[in-house]
């Protein structure tokens, strides 16, 4: 055939041959390779779960690893089931492609939640209700758990997430520098702090030690951190931010504006640094810089890693207006709604769950306090130290308050964060905060929740 | 042109022509600097993805222990290749659904007359001022009330009807003499034949512009399938890589290995249709 | 790569004139041409269209089926008291700010010493355009790790005469003109490809002649260059502004609209509100604002195009 003269000769005939070709080699070579009935069963809908069970998570860094093992041995034990599991970046997107992904029907059979996100997705109508008497039957009922922790998942006194662990807030502590300070006891253990007082005088003995700061914790470029230490001391004065899921607004101007105060103070008078970001408090704390390090309970990896001379516990009981508390999350179980309702998914889906929390151990090393109660009063956690330290920490737990907008990396988070710290950096004033985030969270309490 | 008063008295022509070359020289030089200099990424994506994870923590090009490893992993430990696979689908069915409808579009409002058809132009043209991505809220509505999120179809329907694809085949089609179709229509031929058997045929630079463009353009977009391909095993390779990312952490190698698998098919559209793709471009936006 | 972006100049005046009366009309297999995509035009383009105007009158939701309560102009009164819809609206402006200028005159200027180079120009064309077919998500893989602190290439570099970097993609300052880069470099080849076939429609002779006149090379750029390819810099603005302002991928690849909202655009926040927060209503409204901005810029655009016409 001859190539009719054209007006534009844009294409030659060679060349439109030799991309037909090209197309046609890659799309047989997909074919063949790529395209399994997984791939074709985007244009007709259709969904083939028999024997199989999809987790999404959320664990990045040494959770990751962790929960990469603890996947395997299930997989040991279950060679029968198809398991895949995917780990999606963490934070909004993550909660964004689960809802999407469930509105869409085709969610994971198991998905990791934050407990404080997980009752927008209950409230979303996105989340499996689970029967207690099935969640007994597989070995995972309600006494097996923390009681707090069990007790804060429930919506409405209804069963719709599984916890694995609870998060705390913690205080990490430099063995070495604390020794020098003389701020270890006898036994070695970090003497308590019991009042803002005492904490500010251990962080000044630390400070001569180090040379440099007493303590460290990160706000720069950072939300949920400065957020994590005011919602601990706040929560021990007592105080609230919002109210009635979300649609109030009750924060305390004296309580936040003390606990504001104590935080600035410590930059200010030069017991922490002014300015540090994530990375940068880690690695303040990891080469001795500072003796004190405050963050959650995940980052004991990333220091045994660094070989730093340290130890764990609860962040201390400063302020003694209420009972302890602290600012903590649980990473939780939940079974999104599944086209597929079939009572032999469920059990897959369940079943899946129960090994992960058999395994508890295993999680545990990574710094979080297992909810698992067959394994939390173990001997065999009591000994894992210093995990053991802050267990009681989970009794006390001050999760973020409930509304459309709250939650681990919600939009609450990064205004409450933004605003301590701005504080804690010495750009805003304690009282002009609390206005600024008063004035922010109405906005937000008064939108009509879109859920 | 004012130009013919700037020969300046004195400078022979010699003189001219060796500032000329001169000036070439520079040119050759600088353009050869920035080309390097826009290459140095993609070379250090790939030189990363040899090196095994451990040696990507030293920032140097040099590698000690060169290895295909990280490609392996990705491929083993992602659904890479079924990405690919929903890729190439979502991207055949874009482009085959654009040249077909555009064209047929196209066709009449080029060689056919009828009522309105003014108007039919001006609504298409219309069309070309709605970016698609003002339209994704209610997009992902219909999507849903339709059944069809999770699956292609929801990625390539709304990617079909293209207002500019209509242009590119209109503009050629009005290019095209007519003594062949009138030859035809003399002979009892049909429109649809004509445009099919005698139109078509003529037009396939403009199918090839118009298919590549709608390709490459469907195999890149993100924010639409990121919105309707949730499941890891249905993704398209940006949203596959944008999703998953967080999974390799700090394993450099692994990652930038993903990266240029990403890369492969497309790289091999460009070097194969090079010519059209930039010809594409020019033609269509230039002399429009 | 957008198709959007090689919209060819409209060119009024070349729509066909009404049909002559003498000859016969044939409506009936127009309606059969235009049918397939007419059909999905509706379906996918208008009727989406006019579905989110009504949607941005109410509050509805992800979550809930159906359009949700009635809510007036609240969603747009909502909109333009939110400090976040005006910070978004200027991360992307700013972002636009940011990329246009050098994208016009870099590509301009490579293209213009390309146009004088006989040699090797399949290399540049490569070296250039290369990236600009690359998925977003590839580029974004390749320039976080070029940008990543104590191991990053750029770091390393800058090291190496004695610049400290800053955090490029961690410090709120940083994070946008990084991005920006990331973007002329990704992008840059296809306003490079159109400045070249526009330099290569200058006919050569008027070269020769102004050579053959003295004119330095120099002169040759700024008296005939320049101005023959006043079309094509207005094209390449216009398609380059619009396709700054419809930025999404970069920001939520490499940023996720941090640090603290530092980079979050205008469809960052379309995406954030409607698909995270669930609120489909107040996002269909901040998409209809985000539509009159575009819908300006076009407008100037033909302004610029008429009078353009009127001077050639």
Redesign the interface.
Same mark, same amino acid.
């Given at each position: 055939m001859q190539?009719?003269d054209?007006?534009?000769?844009?294409?030659s005939r060679r /060349?439109?041959l030799?991309?037909l070709a090209?197309a046609a080699g =890659? $799309?047989a070579a997909? =074919?063949l390779?790529?395209?399994?009935t997984? *791939?074709l069963?985007?244009?007709?809908?259709s969904r083939e779960t028999a024997g199989s069970v999809e987790f999404w998570n959320?664990f990045? $860094?040494g959770d /990751?690893v962790r929960m990469q093992q603890m996947l395997e041995t299930y997989q040991r034990a279950n060679p029968q089931v198809e398991l895949?599991a *995917?780990?999606? =970046?963490?934070?909004?997107?993550y909660?964004?492609?689960l809802?999407?992904?469930t509105? /869409?029907?085709?969610p994971p059979d198991v998905a990791v939640s934050h407990l404080t996100r997980m009752k927008n997705l209950v409230e979303?109508?996105?989340l499996q209700e689970l029967d207690p008497a099935l969640l007994a039957r597989h070995g995972l009922g309600a006494d097996r758990f923390t009681p707090r922790t069990w007790e804060a998942g429930l919506v409405d006194g209804r069963v719709f997430s599984i916890p694995l662990d609870t998060h705390p807030f913690v205080m990490f502590y430099n063995t070495d520098v604390c020794e020098k300070a003389g701020l270890l006891d006898d036994s070695g253990a970090l003497a308590p702090l019991d009042s803002p007082e005492a904490f500010i005088d251990a962080m000044r003995r630390a400070k001569e030690v180090t040379g440099a700061y007493g303590g460290v914790v990160a706000f720069i470029?950072e939300?949920a951190t400065p957020w994590r230490i005011f919602q601990s001391f706040y929560s021990q004065l007592g105080g609230q931010v919002i109210a009635d899921q979300g649609r109030e607004v009750v924060i305390d101007d004296a309580k936040a504006t003390e606990v504001l105060t104590f935080l600035r103070g410590l930059t200010a008078d030069g017991l922490f640094p002014a300015a540090a970001?994530y990375?940068g408090s880690i690695a303040m704390f990891a080469e001795g810089q500072a003796g004190f390090y405050f963050q959650g309970e995940w980052e004991i990896s990333t220091f045994q890693t660094a070989k730093t001379p340290f130890s764990m516990t609860l962040l201390p009981h400063l302020f003694r207006e209420g009972p302890y508390a602290v600012q903590a999350d649980s990473h939780t179980f939940v079974l999104p709604r599944h086209p597929d309702d079939s009572p032999e998914r469920v059990d897959r889906a369940l079943g899946f769950v129960a090994s992960m929390l058999d395994q508890s151990r295993t999680w545990a090393e990574g710094g979080h306090v297992p909810s698992w109660q067959p394994f939390l009063e173990s001997a065999g956690y009591r000994e894992m130290k210093p995990q053991s330290n802050y267990a009681s920490a989970a009794e006390a737990a001050a999760y973020d308050a409930e509304g459309?907008?709250s939650g681990s990396g919600s939009?609450f988070e990064?205004v409450m964060g933004?605003a301590v710290g701005g504080v804690m950096n010495g750009q805003v004033a304690p009282a002009a905060a609390v206005r600024q985030v008063r004035s922010t969270l109405s /906005?937000l309490a008064r939108?009509?929740s879109?859920? | 042109m004012a130009l013919t008063t700037m020969g300046g008295a004195g400078v022979t022509q010699e003189k001219i022509e060796q500032r000329h070359r001169l000036f070439n020289r520079i040119c050759f030089g600088v353009l050869i600097a920035f080309a390097l200099l826009w290459l140095v990424p993609l070379a250090w994506a790939v030189d990363t993805a040899l090196k095994p994870n451990a040696e990507t923590t030293r920032t140097t090009w040099l590698i000690d222990n060169p290895t295909f490893a990280a490609f392996q992993r990705v491929l083993d430990d992602t659904?890479i290749?079924? #990405?690919?696979?929903?890729s190439?689908?979502t991207a055949?069915m874009t482009a085959v659904g654009t040249v077909i409808t555009a064209s047929l579009a196209a066709f009449a409002l080029s060689r056919l007359r009828f009522r309105y058809r003014n108007l039919v132009f001006w609504i298409i043209l219309a069309g070309i001022m709605i970016p698609g991505q003002v339209l994704i809220v209610p997009q992902f509505r219909e999507m849903?009330a339709l059944?069809?999120?999770?699956?292609? #179809?929801a990625v390539s329907l709304p990617q079909i009807p293209t207002a500019i694809a209509i242009f590119i085949f209109k503009q050629?089609f009005d290019?095209?003499?007519r003594d062949l179709e009138e030859a035809a229509r003399i002979d009892g031929a049909g429109w649809f034949r004509i445009y099919r058997q005698v139109v078509m045929?003529?037009a396939?630079?403009?199918v090839?512009?118009v298919a590549i463009f709608t390709f490459v353009t469907s195999w890149n977009d993100l924010l639409w399938p990121l919105?309707?391909?949730?499941?890891?095993?249905?993704m398209t390779v940006p949203v596959g890589l944008a999703?998953?990312?967080?999974?390799f952490?700090i394993r450099y190698a692994d990652t930038m290995a993903s990266a240029v698998l990403g890369a492969i098919?497309l790289v091999?559209?460009f070097l194969?249709?090079q010519?059209?793709i930039v010809?594409?471009i020019a033609?269509t936006g230039l002399k429009g | 790569m957008s198709i959007e972006t090689v919209t060819p100049r409209a060119r009024p005046a070349e729509v066909p004139g009404s049909p002559a009366p003498a000859r016969p009309s044939h409506g009936r297999p127009a309606i059969g041409f235009l049918l397939p995509f007419a059909v999905l035009y509706l379906a996918f383009i208008i009727g989406p269209a006019v579905y989110g105007l009504v949607m941005s009158f109410f +509050?509805a939701?992800?979550?809930?089926s159906g359009l949700g309560?009635f809510a007036g102009f609240g969603n747009y009164a909502?909109a333009l008291q +939110?400090p976040d819809f005006w910070s978004s609206l200027w991360h992307t402006v700013w972002f636009t700010i940011l990329t246009t200028p050098p994208l016009i005159v870099l590509a301009f200027v490579l293209a213009l010493l390309a146009d004088r180079v006989n040699r090797g120009r399949w290399f540049f064309r490569l070296a250039f355009f290369a990236p600009f077919i690359l998925p977003s998500a590839v580029v974004a893989l390749i320039w976080i790790f070029m940008y990543t602190?104590e191991l990053g290439l750029i770091e390393a570099a800058l090291a190496k005469i004695g610049i400290t970097s800053p955090?490029w993609l961690? +410090?709120?300052n940083w994070a946008m003109p990084s991005l920006a880069l990331t973007t002329v470099w990704w992008t840059l080849g296809f306003n490079f490809i159109l400045y070249l076939a526009g330099l290569q429609e200058i006919p050569r002779e008027l070269y020769e002649a102004s050579a053959i006149d003295g004119a330095s090379p120099w002169q040759q750029i700024r008296r005939i260059t320049i101005p023959m390819l006043g079309r094509t810099t207005t094209l390449v603005a216009v398609l380059q502004v619009i396709a700054s302002l419809k930025v999404f991928d970069q920001m939520y690849l490499m940023t996720?609209g941090?640090?603290?909202?530092a980079t979050r655009s205008i469809l960052q926040y379309v995406y +954030?509100q409607g698909?995270?927060?669930?609120?489909?209503g107040?996002a269909a409204a901040i998409s209809m604002l985000f539509f009159l901005v575009v819908l300006a810029v076009s407008a100037v655009w033909f302004s610029l195009v008429r009078r353009q016409e009127k001077e050639v």
């Amino acid at each position: 055939m001859q190539v009719p003269d054209t007006p534009h000769t844009g294409l030659s005939r060679r /060349g439109l041959l030799r991309g037909l070709a090209a197309a046609a080699g =890659a $799309g047989a070579a997909a =074919a063949l390779s790529g395209c399994s009935t997984e *791939v074709l069963s985007g244009l007709t809908a259709s969904r083939e779960t028999a024997g199989s069970v999809e987790f999404w998570n959320l664990f990045g $860094g040494g959770d /990751g690893v962790r929960m990469q093992q603890m996947l395997e041995t299930y997989q040991r034990a279950n060679p029968q089931v198809e398991l895949s599991a *995917v780990t999606l =970046a963490w934070g909004n997107p993550y909660y964004t492609k689960l809802s999407l992904a469930t509105i /869409g029907d085709k969610p994971p059979d198991v998905a990791v939640s934050h407990l404080t996100r997980m009752k927008n997705l209950v409230e979303a109508d996105l989340l499996q209700e689970l029967d207690p008497a099935l969640l007994a039957r597989h070995g995972l009922g309600a006494d097996r758990f923390t009681p707090r922790t069990w007790e804060a998942g429930l919506v409405d006194g209804r069963v719709f997430s599984i916890p694995l662990d609870t998060h705390p807030f913690v205080m990490f502590y430099n063995t070495d520098v604390c020794e020098k300070a003389g701020l270890l006891d006898d036994s070695g253990a970090l003497a308590p702090l019991d009042s803002p007082e005492a904490f500010i005088d251990a962080m000044r003995r630390a400070k001569e030690v180090t040379g440099a700061y007493g303590g460290v914790v990160a706000f720069i470029s950072e939300t949920a951190t400065p957020w994590r230490i005011f919602q601990s001391f706040y929560s021990q004065l007592g105080g609230q931010v919002i109210a009635d899921q979300g649609r109030e607004v009750v924060i305390d101007d004296a309580k936040a504006t003390e606990v504001l105060t104590f935080l600035r103070g410590l930059t200010a008078d030069g017991l922490f640094p002014a300015a540090a970001d994530y990375q940068g408090s880690i690695a303040m704390f990891a080469e001795g810089q500072a003796g004190f390090y405050f963050q959650g309970e995940w980052e004991i990896s990333t220091f045994q890693t660094a070989k730093t001379p340290f130890s764990m516990t609860l962040l201390p009981h400063l302020f003694r207006e209420g009972p302890y508390a602290v600012q903590a999350d649980s990473h939780t179980f939940v079974l999104p709604r599944h086209p597929d309702d079939s009572p032999e998914r469920v059990d897959r889906a369940l079943g899946f769950v129960a090994s992960m929390l058999d395994q508890s151990r295993t999680w545990a090393e990574g710094g979080h306090v297992p909810s698992w109660q067959p394994f939390l009063e173990s001997a065999g956690y009591r000994e894992m130290k210093p995990q053991s330290n802050y267990a009681s920490a989970a009794e006390a737990a001050a999760y973020d308050a409930e509304g459309w907008y709250s939650g681990s990396g919600s939009n609450f988070e990064i205004v409450m964060g933004s605003a301590v710290g701005g504080v804690m950096n010495g750009q805003v004033a304690p009282a002009a905060a609390v206005r600024q985030v008063r004035s922010t969270l109405s /906005g937000l309490a008064r939108t009509p929740s879109p859920i | 042109m004012a130009l013919t008063t700037m020969g300046g008295a004195g400078v022979t022509q010699e003189k001219i022509e060796q500032r000329h070359r001169l000036f070439n020289r520079i040119c050759f030089g600088v353009l050869i600097a920035f080309a390097l200099l826009w290459l140095v990424p993609l070379a250090w994506a790939v030189d990363t993805a040899l090196k095994p994870n451990a040696e990507t923590t030293r920032t140097t090009w040099l590698i000690d222990n060169p290895t295909f490893a990280a490609f392996q992993r990705v491929l083993d430990d992602t659904a890479i290749l079924n #990405w690919f696979g929903a890729s190439l689908i979502t991207a055949t069915m874009t482009a085959v659904g654009t040249v077909i409808t555009a064209s047929l579009a196209a066709f009449a409002l080029s060689r056919l007359r009828f009522r309105y058809r003014n108007l039919v132009f001006w609504i298409i043209l219309a069309g070309i001022m709605i970016p698609g991505q003002v339209l994704i809220v209610p997009q992902f509505r219909e999507m849903d009330a339709l059944g069809l999120l999770n699956t292609y #179809w929801a990625v390539s329907l709304p990617q079909i009807p293209t207002a500019i694809a209509i242009f590119i085949f209109k503009q050629f089609f009005d290019g095209l003499p007519r003594d062949l179709e009138e030859a035809a229509r003399i002979d009892g031929a049909g429109w649809f034949r004509i445009y099919r058997q005698v139109v078509m045929p003529l037009a396939r630079p403009a199918v090839a512009a118009v298919a590549i463009f709608t390709f490459v353009t469907s195999w890149n977009d993100l924010l639409w399938p990121l919105l309707v391909l949730t499941n890891p095993d249905l993704m398209t390779v940006p949203v596959g890589l944008a999703t998953v990312q967080g999974a390799f952490g700090i394993r450099y190698a692994d990652t930038m290995a993903s990266a240029v698998l990403g890369a492969i098919p497309l790289v091999a559209v460009f070097l194969l249709f090079q010519r059209n793709i930039v010809e594409g471009i020019a033609g269509t936006g230039l002399k429009g | 790569m957008s198709i959007e972006t090689v919209t060819p100049r409209a060119r009024p005046a070349e729509v066909p004139g009404s049909p002559a009366p003498a000859r016969p009309s044939h409506g009936r297999p127009a309606i059969g041409f235009l049918l397939p995509f007419a059909v999905l035009y509706l379906a996918f383009i208008i009727g989406p269209a006019v579905y989110g105007l009504v949607m941005s009158f109410f +509050d509805a939701s992800l979550v809930r089926s159906g359009l949700g309560s009635f809510a007036g102009f609240g969603n747009y009164a909502e909109a333009l008291q +939110d400090p976040d819809f005006w910070s978004s609206l200027w991360h992307t402006v700013w972002f636009t700010i940011l990329t246009t200028p050098p994208l016009i005159v870099l590509a301009f200027v490579l293209a213009l010493l390309a146009d004088r180079v006989n040699r090797g120009r399949w290399f540049f064309r490569l070296a250039f355009f290369a990236p600009f077919i690359l998925p977003s998500a590839v580029v974004a893989l390749i320039w976080i790790f070029m940008y990543t602190p104590e191991l990053g290439l750029i770091e390393a570099a800058l090291a190496k005469i004695g610049i400290t970097s800053p955090a490029w993609l961690g +410090d709120p300052n940083w994070a946008m003109p990084s991005l920006a880069l990331t973007t002329v470099w990704w992008t840059l080849g296809f306003n490079f490809i159109l400045y070249l076939a526009g330099l290569q429609e200058i006919p050569r002779e008027l070269y020769e002649a102004s050579a053959i006149d003295g004119a330095s090379p120099w002169q040759q750029i700024r008296r005939i260059t320049i101005p023959m390819l006043g079309r094509t810099t207005t094209l390449v603005a216009v398609l380059q502004v619009i396709a700054s302002l419809k930025v999404f991928d970069q920001m939520y690849l490499m940023t996720s609209g941090g640090p603290n909202f530092a980079t979050r655009s205008i469809l960052q926040y379309v995406y +954030d509100q409607g698909f995270t927060n669930f609120r489909l209503g107040y996002a269909a409204a901040i998409s209809m604002l985000f539509f009159l901005v575009v819908l300006a810029v076009s407008a100037v655009w033909f302004s610029l195009v008429r009078r353009q016409e009127k001077e050639v």
